[in-house]
Each structure stands twice: as structure tokens, then as C-alpha cells.
């Protein structure tokens, strides 16, 4: 079982960045698969970004990948995505995932949610 927190959205403006971090309590953090999703209002959740178990291989999608970077600190039990050049449309609620699965874009992949942070980015 694992537990996850997410921390750190806030309304910036275009352009701005922002650190979420998820921090994971319970047992073998390092074992697992961990992935960013985000839900903007009205629409499904969307997969943004995943890492396998030691942080070696890493997974964006294409509106992200020069923008946002993921990283992981297994001693720390914590996930995080730095977000930089942020645009409107990545407004949405953040949430980070947990799963033993190999990488993956799919939420079934995905045993273990967050609340989620709510990100917004205007002007």
C-alpha cells in the first residue's frame, strides 16, 4: 500500500513555472512506477509524464516533453515534476500515480492515487 500527497500548484502566470512535488508514504517507494496525470475541467484525465522505479527511463507526452521534467528521489520517497513555460492549457488538477506495472500511459496501469494539486495558468 503507498500512500501519496501532491504539493506545490498555485495559479502562476503565462510563461511562470511551478515544482509539484508527491510525496509517498508506505512501503517500497522504489519499486515503483510513477506517473503524472492531470484532469483539466470537463475533460478526461490525461497522462503527462511517467518514470520507471529508478528514475532510467523516462516518459512525456509531446506537449510536455521540452517543458516539464520529471524526477524521483527514492531515499526521499518523493516524485516530482517541475513545470517551466507554463501555458493556459496546462491548467488542470495534477495528480501523481503509483503503479508495478512497466511504463505506461494508461490509468489502469495504475494502482495507487493522489488527491491532486490544482494548477492554473493565466493572466
Known amino acids: 500500500q503507498v500512500q501519496l500527497v501532491e504539493s506545490g500548484g498555485g495559479r502562476v502566470l503565462p510563461g511562470g513555472s511551478l515544482r509539484l512535488s508527491c510525496a509517498a508514504s508506505?512501503?517500497?517507494?522504489?519499486?515503483?512506477?510513477m506517473a503524472w496525470f492531470r484532469q483539466a475541467p470537463g475533460k478526461e484525465r490525461e497522462f503527462v509524464a511517467a518514470?520507471?522505479?529508478?528514475?532510467?527511463?523516462?516518459y512525456y507526452i509531446d506537449p510536455v516533453k521540452d517543458r516539464f521534467a520529471i524526477s524521483r528521489d527514492n531515499a526521499k520517497n518523493t516524485f516530482y515534476l517541475q513545470m517551466n513555460s507554463l501555458k493556459p492549457e496546462d491548467t488542470a488538477v495534477y495528480y501523481c500515480?503509483?503503479?508495478?506495472?512497466?511504463?505506461?500511459?494508461?490509468?489502469?496501469?495504475?494502482?495507487?492515487w493522489g488527491q491532486g494539486t490544482q494548477v492554473t495558468v493565466d493572466s
Open positions: 508506505g512501503r517500497a517507494f522504489s519499486s515503483y512506477t
Open positions: 500515480a503509483a503503479g508495478l506495472s512497466v511504463l505506461s500511459r494508461r490509468p489502469q496501469s495504475y494502482d495507487f
Open positions: 518514470s520507471s522505479w529508478s528514475g532510467g527511463s523516462l
